[in-house]
C-alpha cells in the first residue's frame, strides 16, 4: 500500500462494540478489527465512556455503580472494550507503599491505563517496562512523601526519592523516552533569606532528607537531559491536598480528632504558613507547562514554583477541621515547640511569578483549597467557590 499522506483518503471504520450473544466476549472485536485491516481499512474507532464525578471509586463497584447503582459502567459494557483500547495506553505503576489500590480503582477500568504494581527499585522490571510501553512521556511522581521518615531513616528518601529517580531516567535512556515531569518541592528552598523564594533563589540547603533527595533528583536530571538529548519540566510544588490523602496536617488533624473530640494538640507554634493548592490544579499546571512551554536545545530542561499566592496558618486549618467535624467544643492546644518535627519547615513561601507571567495560575486560594479538601475528606462536599 502507498504511504499516506495527509492529502490522502483515509478509510476510518466504527467498530461496534456490543455483542448480545456473547456480551463477556472481547474476541469478537479483535476478529473484526483483523478483518478491517486486511481489507484496507486505516483506522479503527471505539467508543469510549468518560467517568466524572466527586465519588469515582464507586465506577469499579458494581453493588453501588453499573446496573444496581444507576452509574457507569451500564449493563455488559464492562468487559470489552479495555483490550481493545489498551492499545494506546497509559501506563501506570506503583508499589502502593503509600497510595492504596482503592484510590486508582476507577481508572483500571479505564480501557487506556494498563497498570503495572511493583518497585521502582527494582531497576530491571522498571527497564523492561519502559522497554515495552516506549514512553513519550514520563510523569515521575513517585517518592516517598512524608517527610518525617528521614529522621528514623536516614538512607529512606535516598533510595525511594535519589535512586528511585535515578532508575526512572536510566530507564527513560535505555528505552529511547525523552521527555519527563518531574514532582519536585518547595521544601528544596529550606529556611531562604527571600520569601516567598523565587526558582533562581539559591544556594540550596535543605534541611530534611525528602528535600535533599529532591534536590539530588532535580540534579540528577538536568545531569541527564543534557547528556541524552532529553527534555525536563521540574515542579516545585506547595503543600498538595486531595481527596485521598495518605498524611498530611488536615488529614493528622482529622484522625487525632475521631481519636479524641475533646481536644486537638497542633504540633509545632501552630504558626507554621504554607502553601496548600489542590490535586487537580497541581496537575493542571503541569500539563499547561508541558503543552505551553516548549524545552529547547539551549533549555532543554526548565524549574517551576507550582502553587497559589496565598498561603494558610496551620492553627486556621485546625479551627475549620474541628468546626467541619461538628466539635466546636473541642480544645485546641498548641505544643509550643519552634517546630513540629525535626526537619520540618515552618514557613513555606514561595513565588509563583514564574509560571504566571506564562500564562497559568491557580484558580482557587490556599485557605478555599483547604477548606475543599477538609469537605472532601469528610465527605461535606457543596458548591465550591473560586476566586483568588
Ligand atoms: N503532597 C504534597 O504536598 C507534595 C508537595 C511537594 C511535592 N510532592 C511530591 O509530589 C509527588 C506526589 O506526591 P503525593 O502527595 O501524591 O504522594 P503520594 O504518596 O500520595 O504518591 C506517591 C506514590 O508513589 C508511590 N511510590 C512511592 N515509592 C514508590 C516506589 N519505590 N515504587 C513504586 N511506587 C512508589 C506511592 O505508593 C504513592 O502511591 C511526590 O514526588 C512528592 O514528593 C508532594
Avoid at 483518503?9 to 461496534?16: A, V
Wanted: proline share 6%; aromatic share 12%; with cysteine.
Amino acid at each position: 500500500m502507498a504511504p499516506k499522506t495527509p492529502s490522502t483518503p483515509w478509510l476510518s471504520i466504527h467498530l461496534g462494540n456490543f455483542m448480545p450473544d456473547a456480551p463477556d466476549s472481547w474476541q469478537f472485536l479483535f476478529d473484526r478489527a483483523k478483518a478491517a485491516d486486511a481489507a484496507g481499512v486505516d483506522k479503527l474507532t471505539v467508543s469510549d465512556h468518560v467517568v466524572f464525578g466527586e465519588n469515582l471509586e464507586e465506577y469499579g463497584r458494581p453493588e453501588v455503580g453499573g446496573v444496581a447503582g444507576g452509574k457507569q459502567p451500564t449493563g455488559p459494557d464492562g468487559q470489552w472494550l479495555e483490550p481493545m483500547t489498551l492499545m494506546s495506553v497509559i501506563a501506570g505503576i506503583d508499589n502502593f507503599f503509600l497510595g492504596k489500590r482503592k484510590f486508582i480503582e476507577p481508572h483500571l477500568r479505564n480501557p487506556r491505563f494498563h497498570f503495572a504494581e511493583f518497585d521502582l527499585l527494582d531497576k530491571n522490571e522498571l527497564a523492561k517496562y519502559f522497554e515495552e510501553a516506549k514512553p513519550d512521556l514520563v510523569w515521575h511522581v513517585a517518592a516517598n512523601s512524608d517527610i518525617s521518615y528521614g529522621t528514623s531513616f536516614t538512607d529512606f528518601d535516598l533510595k525511594g526519592g535519589t535512586i528511585v529517580t535515578y532508575n526512572v531516567l536510566e530507564a527513560m535512556r535505555r528505552s529511547g523516552a525523552k521527555k519527563l515531569i518531574f514532582s519536585s518541592s518547595g521544601a528544596v528552598y529550606g529556611e531562604p533569606t527571600i520569601m516567598p523564594t523565587p526558582e533562581n533563589y539559591g544556594p540550596l540547603f535543605p534541611i530534611s532528607f525528602y528535600a535533599a533527595s529532591k534536590v539530588a533528583c532535580e540534579s540528577l536530571i538536568t545531569a541527564f537531559v543534557h547528556n541524552f538529548d532529553m527534555q525536563a519540566w521540574i515542579f516545585r510544588f506547595g503543600n498538595i491536598v486531595g481527596p485521598n490523602p495518605t498524611h498530611g496536617v488536615i488529614y493528622d488533624f482529622i484522625q487525632k480528632l475521631r481519636q479524641n473530640p475533646e481536644k486537638l494538640v497542633i504540633r509545632g507554634d501552630g504558626r507554621q504558613e504554607k502553601n496548600y493548592f489542590l490535586v487537580e490544579e497541581c496537575i493542571d499546571g503541569m500539563a499547561f507547562a508541558f503543552r505551553s512551554i516548549p524545552m529547547t536545545d539551549e533549555t532543554p530542561c526548565d524549574v517551576f514554583n507550582l502553587g497559589t499566592t496565598t498561603i494558610s496558618r496551620v492553627v486556621d486549618i485546625a479551627r475549620l477541621v474541628r468546626d467541619g467535624m461538628g466539635l466546636a467544643d473541642s480544645l485546641i492546644e498548641i505544643e509550643g515547640t519552634k517546630k513540629a518535627w525535626p526537619g520540618d519547615q515552618p514557613r513555606v513561601h514561595f513565588t509563583v511569578d514564574k509560571i504566571r507571567a506564562l500564562g497559568w495560575k491557580a484558580r482557587f486560594t490556599s485557605d478555599q483549597a483547604v477548606d475543599v479538601a477538609i469537605r472532601r475528606m469528610l465527605g461535606h462536599l457543596g458548591p465550591l467557590e473560586v476566586g483568588s
